[in-house]
């Protein structure tokens, strides 16, 4: 048995700077990891089968409420056990370019147990497969390195090699070309998922055809302020938090906010209770603010908890 964290991500800025003819978008963005994360149990099998398991974290410790069954899964959060699912999609891929042409009986038997909110621009599925790749190269001995794994994981995933380096990072391309960065300067995130869920193709697509809008009376495109990526890569070189949190945009949220009110509700609660800045997190509807101190961050957790805001909510650090 091997057990491995999937940590969740938000994004400190999100630009979209283009798009490339197979349809994928060009992104600049600072990502950074929190202390949010799912939990992967591995066991090797005697058989040549990839089972994933999804077990929930209410009932951690309980087998009988493991299932494969779609219903538990769309209990959580419609989180798909088949082939569809990317920590299937890594485990297979491993398995077919190295354990099967070594020993064809080898399976193994995955076991989930979901934290980060789904559908919420955290990266979950993206940070899942990244712990599969890592769990089965340990459990198998393949002898992989991350830079294997990452070239592997950006084929299921353009998130996926960043939550394989994990951290601090600029992320480019399409998010595969990452340049570590220096930590982010010590402060606590308030990290709030509404009751609403959003899909990233909607969110992208919603900002393509937002870009492309003609105003008719002017006949101008619709204006998109865009993150000052480079200011806040310089502000985490020079260790000012504020400087980073000065610089918080996310192109995405002009697509997701516009749909759903709660997003800046949040926002404004969060700098209500002294936030440095608070935002969108991906394509969202996650909200997240940072504080100096915990303490207003446990004041801003409660006022939403009472206003019934979101559904989870956690108060956390960033990882190195």
């Not at 951290?167 to 998010?175: H, K, P, R, V």
């Not at 697509?205 to 870009?211: K, Q, T």
């Not at 480079?230 to 516009?258: C, H, I, M, P, S």
């Not at 446990?298 to 006022?303: D, M």
Request: net charge negative; aromatic share 6%; charged share 25%.
């Amino acid at each position: 048995m091997l057990e491995k964290k999937a940590y969740g991500k938000v994004n400190l800025s999100l630009d979209i700077v283009g798009r490339r003819e197979d349809g994928y978008h060009l992104v600049r963005m600072v990502m950074q990891s929190l202390d949010i994360y799912d939990v992967l149990e591995f066991e090797k099998l005697d058989s040549p089968e990839i089972i994933v398991l999804l077990q929930d974290s209410a009932t951690e410790g309980d087998s009988s409420k493991q299932t494969e069954s779609e219903d538990t899964a769309d209990n959580l959060g419609r989180v798909p056990l088949d082939e569809n699912n990317l920590i299937y999609k890594a485990a297979r891929l491993l398995f077919e370019r190295y354990i099967w042409k070594r020993d064809k009986n080898a399976g193994v038997r995955i076991t989930l147990t979901k934290n980060i909110p789904i559908a919420a621009g955290m990266a979950g599925g993206s940070s899942d497969a990244a712990a599969t790749f890592r769990g089965i190269n340990e459990l198998f001995e393949l002898c992989l390195f991350d830079k294997d794994l990452m070239e592997m994981g950006v084929t299921l995933g353009a998130d996926i090699p960043y939550c394989i380096m994990g951290g601090t990072a600029l992320s480019e391309g399409i998010g595969e070309e990452l340049t570590r960065l220096p930590d982010l300067p010590e402060c606590v995130f308030l990290v709030a998922k509404p009751k609403v869920s959003v899909s990233t193709a909607e969110a992208y697509g919603g900002f393509d055809s937002l870009v492309e809008t003609v105003d008719p009376k002017t006949g101008k495109k619709a204006r998109i302020i865009h993150p000052d990526v480079d200011g806040q890569v310089d502000a985490l070189y020079a260790g000012n938090l504020k400087g980073v949190t000065d610089r918080f945009l996310n192109v995405l949220e002009y697509v997701t906010a516009e749909k759903h009110a709660v997003i800046g509700e949040l926002e404004k609660i969060m700098l209500d209770f002294g936030a440095l800045n608070a935002m969108m997190s991906g394509s969202g509807p996650t909200v997240f603010g940072i504080f100096e101190n915990e303490s207003q961050a446990e004041a801003a957790k409660k006022e939403i908890e009472a206003r019934e805001g979101a559904d989870q909510l956690f108060v956390v650090r960033a990882l190195s």
